[in-house]
């Protein structure tokens, strides 16, 4: 997404890796970004409370949490836990400058919808990763008895005719779009009568937000299937929830523990929300160790070997690691072929990773990676989250210093990744981008 609301100290901090370090130790995960997202939006169905803990320190949730403030939800944030209290919402129009900055916050349309009976909320654009429209989105919500106006930039939703609530539907998605589910599931909790999803998305994130809903009373079942059923209720109670793990950091940790041939363990996590990975980073010789419920060990491993990914919905090969895994690949032995199914820009950071002495080559949607013996570190930019990761996972194994810029990318999405990644003896520091420092002489565990 467009980053022209960051602080200048966000657009011009840096990020300076010394590679080829070891690393050791343990890092413990956040709760997952993309569910806490959700999960704020969700609050806007309940007319009190609600509680939410692991809630991961990023400028996402710092931004929808301004989304509904706007609304009139009063949100405050301490340590991981969150209280939102949507007793009152007061407007149900959610503002454009905001809106603009994270797509996220088209989550508040079904929720605002089912609560107030109408919402408006701004087309919240492409970003760099591809156009992302909402028009499954808007289908579902059409199913469910709104009448869908856009006009000006703007979606506005209000229930059809007479209605007082929303009314349960069977709604078939064309794609299993992960947005579209979730505003869909959170829309029908308070429709009156039954709403089956077809060909839902069945990624930890929605079955998350189902967990959530059921927990504030909402009749949900099939979640983590690709058919959804919820009856709805007339109202949902306050609550207390823990966000679930984030999948996309433990394998983006897994990923600098392998390139970095380092053994690292990691928790809280969810192993089958990992298996697509795991079985990825086994395929290519990398064994991960599950040593509790909720423990995984990435064991060091001298040489990979190359092989194909191609991003699905879950339970496929997630797109949102496809970037950081490339990096992997870049170092292994052979060749691979990395193909991005779900969105139509997201290989930029091949460029980057060429700077720093990959071979790749990019035909349309597939980047053809042939190993190399050694990157070298460069001045690189991220271009979007992953991507950004992807960089700092090179940086973490390449020779000398990596620098990667737009830093503002990085900090929506990893809750404190250098005080993380230098807590298992990574080289690592952010800096103003003028300047340039010394390499510091031994890490310092945090
Ligand atoms: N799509 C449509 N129409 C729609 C909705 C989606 O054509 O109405 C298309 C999209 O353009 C895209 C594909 O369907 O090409 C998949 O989109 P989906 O709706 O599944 O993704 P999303 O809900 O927009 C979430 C995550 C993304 C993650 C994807 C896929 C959040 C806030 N974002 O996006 O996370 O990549 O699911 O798993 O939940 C990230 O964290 O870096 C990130 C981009």
Redesign the pocket.
């Known amino acids: 997404m467009s980053n022209s609301h960051s602080s200048p100290e966000e657009r011009h901090s840096v990020l300076h890796i010394w590679g080829r370090q070891p690393l050791s130790g343990h890092v413990t995960i956040s709760g997952a970004?993309?569910s806490a997202?959700?999960l704020m939006a969700g609050s806007i169905l309940c007319s009190g409370t609600c509680r939410l803990r692991n809630v991961p320190s990023l400028l996402d949730i710092t931004r929808i949490g301004e989304i509904l403030s706007a609304l009139g939800v009063k949100v405050s944030h301490s340590q991981g836990i969150l209280d939102l209290d949507a007793s009152e919402i007061t407007q149900s129009k959610a503002p454009y400058d905001l809106v603009s900055q994270l797509?996220?916050s088209f989550f508040v349309a079904g929720p605002l919808l089912a609560r107030l009976g109408v919402a408006q909320v701004p087309l919240p654009g492409g970003c760099s990763?591809?156009?992302?429209?909402?028009?499954?989105?808007v289908k579902g919500l059409q199913a469910l008895g709104a009448e869908v106006i856009i006009e000006h930039g703007v979606v506005h939703a209000r229930l059809r005719g007479n209605r007082k609530r929303l009314t349960g539907a069977r709604i078939y998605l064309d794609?299993?779009?992960?947005?579209?589910t979730e505003n869909i599931m959170m829309a029908a909790t308070l429709a009156e009568g039954e709403t089956i999803i077809e060909n839902a998305?069945q990624?930890p994130?929605v079955v998350d937000l189902a967990n959530f809903c059921r927990a504030m009373g909402a009749q949900i079942r099939g979640a983590g299937t690709n058919r959804i059923v919820i009856n709805g209720v007339p109202q949902l109670h306050e609550t207390e929830y823990s966000v679930v793990p984030d999948r996309?950091e433990a394998g983006t940790f897994l990923l600098a523990g392998a390139i970095t041939r380092s053994e690292i363990s990691l928790s809280p996590v969810v192993p089958d929300h990992l298996s697509a990975t795991i079985a990825k980073l086994s395929e290519i010789g990398v064994k991960v160790a599950i040593d509790a419920p909720d423990r995984i060990r990435v064991l060091p491993t001298e040489q990979f070997r190359g092989t194909d990914i191609e991003t699905l919905?879950f339970p496929g090969f997630?797109?949102?690691l496809q970037a950081p895994f490339m990096s992997l690949l870049t170092l292994a032995e052979g060749d691979s072929m990395v193909t991005e199914k779900?969105?139509?820009n997201r290989l930029q950071h091949v460029a980057e990773l060429n700077r720093m002495g990959a071979d790749i080559r990019l035909k349309g949607n597939i980047a053809i990676v042939r190993g190399v013996p050694q990157l070298s570190g460069a001045p690189v930019q991220g271009t979007?989250?992953?991507a950004s990761a992807a960089l700092v996972i090179a940086g973490l194994a390449a020779n000398g210093m990596t620098t990667v810029r737009g830093l503002n990318h990085l900090d929506r999405?990893y809750d404190n990744i250098e005080a993380k990644l230098r807590g298992l003896g990574a080289k690592i520091q952010r800096a103003q981008e003028a300047e340039i420092p010394a390499a510091p002489a031994e890490s310092k565990r945090s």
């Open positions: 970004k993309n997202l959700v797509r996220a990763i591809g156009d992302r429209p909402v028009d499954l989105h794609f299993p779009s992960v947005g579209a998305a990624e994130e996309i919905p997630p797109t949102d779900l969105f139509e979007d989250l992953r999405g």
